[in-house]
């Protein structure tokens, strides 16, 4: 494995509402009360494969939180704070070949509750195959 360039930067995102109503700016109407996000990758002007071999591979990763809001019914189903990461890396096979593999780790807001059981952490993979004409 080679180390990646000097020049390398990685862009960030970062995201964040919260409101005690549910109502977010703009009027939306949401059950979630509070949402953070954030998630990174080397920059694609700059730097694109972590391996000199491969540089036009890129590569991610992100988390995100969530919690609901006091509404009642969203308690007595047992609806509670989420969270999870997301891990992915895209090959380029060739200039027109795209293909992704990804990795999440969910941890559900799903408590358990007299009608039914809590939700286990997921772990999700995937594949997507990009072609471009």
Not at 11 to 29: A, I, M, P
Not at 34 to 47: D, E, F, I, Q
Not at 85 to 97: D, K, S
């Amino acid at each position: 494995m080679t180390s990646w360039p000097s020049t390398t930067t990685f862009t960030s995102t970062f995201g964040r509402r919260e409101t005690e109503s549910g109502v977010f700016l703009g009027g939306l109407v949401s059950p979630m009360v509070k949402l953070y996000s954030t998630g990174t990758c080397p920059s694609a002007s700059v730097a694109r494969g972590m391996f000199s071999s491969r540089p036009n591979d890129t590569f991610g990763l992100g988390y995100y939180y969530t919690a609901p809001s006091d509404i009642p019914l969203l308690r007595a189903v047992g609806v509670d704070d989420e969270q999870g990461v997301e891990a992915w890396y895209n090959f380029e096979i060739t200039p027109w070949l795209h293909v992704t593999a990804d990795l999440q780790v969910i941890d559900p807001g799903l408590e358990s509750t007299p009608l039914r059981e809590g939700a286990d952490t997921a772990w999700v993979l995937g594949v997507r195959t990009r072609v471009n004409f």
